[in-house]
């Protein structure tokens, strides 16, 4: 479990490289490298650029680590659902 | 990283064991087990109750799958500010 905060924290430190926050580019990139087979439309440009915008609560522009933390809430938050939803999935 | 956030609702889920929040006792069997490495005094139990209940927005004296999410970003903020703070700290 600790191993799994550290992923998280470290994924988007090596993606921001010294910065505080994602541009557009970087954020792109995250999400279809390291989300693709969790989140729906992670390949459409577009798609994830309008998720960026919704997660982006300051309007900079750019994912901070707390928009970041507010997306794996919400895919976490999505994942318990289903897998309480169906209780006979034992994925 | 889709794996840790798997790890994230899975260690929540095992440790409800079919209801939709911890308990104290589970609460405190979670911090203990899981978060020794990473959290200080998570072996004091009344230092974990007092987070609990710092935790519990919704004073129902559980921990929701929310309120853990609250903590698990808590401690991936503190693990960020750790490792931008000093930038010669390999780990």
């Given at each position: 479990m600790e191993s799994a905060i550290k992923t998280v924290v470290t994924t988007f430190l090596g993606s921001a490289k010294g910065k505080d926050n994602l541009d557009g580019g970087s954020f792109q990139k995250l999400v279809k490298k390291q989300l693709g087979g969790m989140m729906?439309?992670?390949?459409v440009s577009s798609a994830v650029k309008e998720m960026q915008q919704g997660l982006d609560e300051n309007n900079d522009g750019k994912v901070s680590f707390q928009e970041y933390l507010t997306l794996i809430g919400y895919l976490a938050t999505s994942l318990s659902e289903r897998k309480t939803g169906s209780n006979a999935d034992a994925s």
């Open positions: 729906e439309n992670a390949n």
